[in-house]
T-cell receptor
């Protein structure tokens, strides 16, 4: 039973346009959400996070939106650049017995075309 | 380097053999995690260490898997009597403390292939 779902395995966008990566979750106990970026043969790199008490967090070209009622979050990248091409993982963590352990989605492969 | 270091980067072994994977976390990080990523899947939590506390082993898939962390620094993940389904990329991460939303810093992983 997947608690964090990224339903789009891949996404292709044109350079300069907006990339929108989506993530859904089922566990209402999740209180932090993180996005990681992964290049081939490298470990994931932390990108941006959001607390469940917020609905938006912005860092440069990256913005994460959280809709708690819909249990949905999205990562917006604007403008997209070819160097953004990577696999993006959504992850969530919850207060409780496994505090701090991250539950990951399966990832979305983003391709930004020049 | 300043990042999380894992070795070996690749390991190929025969079914039934034991393997040891090593992780050297970022200096000063008290929390250390092991995850694995099977083909086409997300990262799956395996085990967590925090300082001198008992490890959280809730993600270990079977008793063939074990891990230790000596001196609060380097960690070794051991898989005994390997099976083909153990083939995956094993990733280690560390963070300065454990808590919700604390970013974890990952190594580049060990790609394990069981023949």
């Amino acid at each position: 039973d997947q608690q964090v779902k990224q339903n789009s395995p891949s996404l292709s966008v044109q350079e300069g346009r907006i990339s929108i990566l989506n993530c859904d979750y089922t566990n209402s106990m999740f209180d932090y959400f993180l996005w990681y970026k992964k290049y081939p043969a490298e470990g994931p790199t932390f990108l941006i996070s959001i607390s469940s008490i917020k609905d938006k967090n912005e860092d440069g070209r990256f913005t994460v939106f959280l809709n708690k009622s819909a249990k949905h979050l999205s990562l917006h990248i604007v403008p997209s650049q070819p160097g953004d091409s990577a696999v993006y993982f959504c992850a969530a963590s919850a207060v409780g017995g496994s505090q701090g352990n991250l539950i990951f989605g399966k990832g979305t492969k983003l391709s930004v075309k020049p | 380097g300043a990042g999380v270091s894992q070795s070996p980067s690749n390991k190929v072994t025969e079914k039934g053999k034991d393997v040891e994977l090593r992780c050297d976390p970022i200096s000063g990080h008290t929390a250390l995690y092991w995850y694995r990523q099977s083909l086409g899947q997300g990262l799956e939590f395996l085990i967590y260490f925090q300082g001198n506390s008992a490890p959280d082993k809730s993600g270990l898939p079977s008793d063939r898997f074990s891990a230790e962390r000596t001196g609060g620094s380097v960690s070794t993940l051991t898989i005994q009597r390997t099976q083909q389904e153990d083939s995956a990329v094993y990733l280690c991460a560390s963070s300065s403390f454990r808590g919700p939303g604390q970013p974890q810093h990952f190594g580049d992983g060990t790609r394990l292939s069981i023949l």
